[in-house]
């Protein structure tokens, strides 16, 4: 059996989704996929590969352990395997029962891109699983499960969760200016989770935000020129840096940039979005950031 999901990036709705706003995704023509073999011993035989084929993770895990959850090791990833593995079978007890299995897994990024090497195991698990994908993610990460949603699309995506059910729409997303969109990797992890807890600490009454960020959104896949996407993300980015009370990294990085430099997903993190009228590569290189991606060559 082979599975396959898509990494993501998040464009507009950061922190907002959490509090039900309609933002905007687009999945990547990078991912993961998974591939299992039935074996008769009840072992699971794991083996995880990186994008340059090097393993970056690899174990035997007795089916009993998890089963119980037995998660007595020091090793934060092979507890964290035992436990997604034990809610897939807590939905669906038919899998791993009377028998074992040889895995692999093979990202198509280096894991230090933060494209979503958590959610495309969570999708590919679920898949293998047949069972519900956002449930697994809320029983083991949490999240908002919009980078689930990316894992299961080909094209961009709106996300919303409304009383507590996702809701996914396949979104028109081809801008004339796509050219000059670019994604440079800023080689700065942040912990989503942390992230997460920092905006709830700081938010206040946010309804006519979220209200607006979903508006927003619609917006976002109306604009047809280069210039109204940079101001439009401008504004963006300004408003939820008073809500964070942080500046955005184009005012701490880039502020002799022209064009726009935003944050994606956990601010200060992994990816940003650039938007200019020139190829910026030589001005980022210059900076010490040499991955710099274009548009067609990031997004399916």
């Keep these: 059996m082979k599975f396959y999901s898509n990494g993501k990036l998040f464009i507009l709705g950061e922190y907002y989704v ?32 990186d994008a340059d084929g090097s393993v970056w993770y690899n174990d035997e895990l007795l089916i009993s352990d998890i089963l119980a959850n037995n998660q007595t090791s020091d090793d934060k990833i092979r507890n964290t395997l035992i436990d997604i593995l034990h809610q897939a079978d807590l939905i669906n007890p038919n899998v791993l029962r009377n028998r074992g ?5 093979q990202l198509t990024f280096p894991r230090n ?35 689930i949603a990316c894992a299961q ?27 000059q969109i670019y994604f440079v990797y ?16 700081k938010q206040k009454n946010l309804t006519s935000e979220i209200e607006e960020v979903s508006q927003m959104t619609d917006e976002l896949l109306k604009i047809q020129d280069l210039e109204t996407f940079i101001s439009f993300f401008k504004r963006y980015e300004k408003k939820l840096s008073t809500i964070l009370e942080t500046p955005t990294i184009q005012e701490q990085l880039f502020a002799d940039f022209d064009g726009l430099v935003k944050s994606l997903g956990g601010w200060g993190g992994d990816f940003v979005m650039v938007a200019s009228r020139e190829n910026p590569t030589t001005y980022f290189k210059e900076k010490g950031f040499s991955v710099i991606l274009p548009y067609r060559e990031m997004i399916l």
Excluded: C, M
């Design 186 to 201: 800023l080689n700065q992890k942040r912990d989503s989770k942390e992230a997460i807890a920092n905006f709830r600490k």
């Design 18 to 49: 959490l509090e039900g706003a309609k933002v905007f995704a687009l999945p990547t023509k990078f991912g993961q996929s998974l591939d299992v073999f039935p074996i008769k011993t009840k072992t699971l035989s794991w083996k995880s590969y």
């Design 113 to 147: 891109w933060g494209l979503g090497t958590s959610s495309t195991l969570i999708n590919n698990i679920a898949q293998w699983f047949e069972i519900d994908a956002f449930e697994l993610l809320q029983r083991s990460f949490g999240g908002s499960g919009y980078d």
């Design 101 to 105: 299995f040889v895995v692999e897994t």
């Design 153 to 179: 699309n080909d094209s961009p995506v709106t996300y919303q969760v409304k009383n507590h059910q996702p809701i996914v729409e396949q979104a028109t997303f081809n801008p004339s200016f796509k050219d």
